[in-house]
């Protein structure tokens, strides 16, 4: 069973922004460290690292304390900072900050203390060999792609067997068709290695695609954390809810809690949701619904199990990413992710009319 690393720290820049870090704690597969630009995902990373010192606050892999400094643990006197080397880190910063001048075989075995150079050059070839990197041993970066460089500086990071892996947007310096390509062969590359991985990425998609627990952070602060889609389909908060990319937030009015069951209404308009922890007192709740969980149909609404089932008119349609996203009039604003085959055949335009079904299951509140 993998150790788990606990975290809780305060890191204040001068003239910018505090980071503060509460009751952390990730352990095995792959977590996403998630956020917008500015967060605080990647200072999180380097004082996990040791490559940035906190404050105040401790930071523990398993039995290990690899950081602490006025802490709450009274009975342990005393400051603690492990360097990178004594916490056994393997990093993989954004730009994979390959060394131009070394092969690829020379950047791999950089900093590798096995005993005699026989013993590095076959963990420096066995660790290429798994990363599919043989036969690039006496290129440099230059000569490789994109992929082929990530791979190198992954390659560099786990050689030395790490207890626990840091990715800083490993994807992030790539164009977008080798970025598309690579989300699957890396979550492949990080569930064989069965190290411990802690991967930063501000792209929801990267996210889903990669992992398997997920961290929120917000203003310099962990928001929320959880199993990835259940972060995403049930965030704590509104910064959560804006952060995670649900498509419609709304303030509602609360009219009745009964045995898990919530009834609000948006404007003049009744939805019923699915919410066993809600709450019994709360009086106003924000409603969010995810797009590619609102169903439309072009006739008349079908007898069916959704709960929710009203009118609409199409006021827009636009393209996003393969699917098409269209923003309707129920009475209060709502958006849809629809296929353009659906959209044809539906006729999806603006001002048409359409049926709009959403489960109870599907509408997610968070009280105000």
């Not at 996403?32 to 380097?46: I, N, P, Q």
């Not at 606050?57 to 304390?65: Q, T």
């Not at 259940?230 to 709304?250: D, S």
Request: hydrophobic share 45%.
């Amino acid at each position: 069973m993998a150790d788990t690393l606990t975290a809780n720290f305060r890191k204040q820049f001068p003239n910018g922004p505090e980071i503060v870090v509460d009751d952390l704690r990730l352990g095995a597969g792959i977590t996403v460290l998630f956020g917008e630009s500015g967060s605080g995902k990647t200072t999180v990373l380097r004082c996990l690292a040791g490559l940035e010192i906190p404050d105040t606050g401790e930071i523990r892999f398993g039995s290990e304390v690899w950081f602490q400094k006025g802490g709450k643990r009274k009975a342990e006197s005393g400051n603690i900072f492990a360097s990178p080397q004594e916490r056994r880190i393997g990093f993989v910063p954004q730009d994979y900050a390959l060394f131009p001048h070394l092969t690829v075989a020379g950047n791999v075995g950089y900093g590798l203390n096995e005993p005699s150079a026989a013993e590095r050059a076959a963990r420096v070839a066995e660790t290429l060999r798994w990363l599919g990197l043989d036969g690039l041993e006496k290129r440099l970066p230059r000569e490789l792609s994109g992929g082929q460089q990530q791979r190198v500086a992954l390659a560099r990071a786990v050689v030395r067997r790490p207890k626990l892996l840091l990715l800083d947007e490993p994807l992030a310096a790539l164009d977008t068709p080798t970025r598309l390509r690579l989300r699957g062969e890396l979550r492949h590359l990080l569930r064989q290695l069965g190290i411990p991985t802690i991967l930063v990425t501000h792209d929801r998609f990267e996210a889903l695609a990669l992992g398997d627990q997920m961290v929120v952070m917000a203003e310099g602060s962990n928001q929320q954390s959880g199993p990835v889609t259940e972060v995403f389909n049930r965030p704590a908060n509104l910064a959560v809810a804006h952060i995670a990319g649900t498509e419609t937030v709304l303030p509602a009015r609360v009219l009745k809690v009964e045995s898990g069951i919530v009834t609000v209404a948006v404007g003049e308009v009744k939805l019923v949701a699915v919410a066993a922890d809600f709450p019994a007192d709360a009086t106003e709740a924000h409603v969010c619904i995810r797009a590619d969980d609102v169903m439309l149909v072009a006739d008349a609404l079908p007898q069916a199990s959704a709960r929710n089932r009203f009118s609409a008119t199409v006021v827009s349609v636009e393209r996003d990413g393969p699917l098409l996203c269209a923003e309707l009039d129920c009475g209060f604003p709502l958006k849809a992710l629809v296929t353009p085959q659906a959209a044809a055949e539906m006729k999806l335009q603006p001002r048409a009319a359409v049926g709009v079904l959403i489960k109870a299951p599907h509408i997610h509140l968070i009280p105000r």
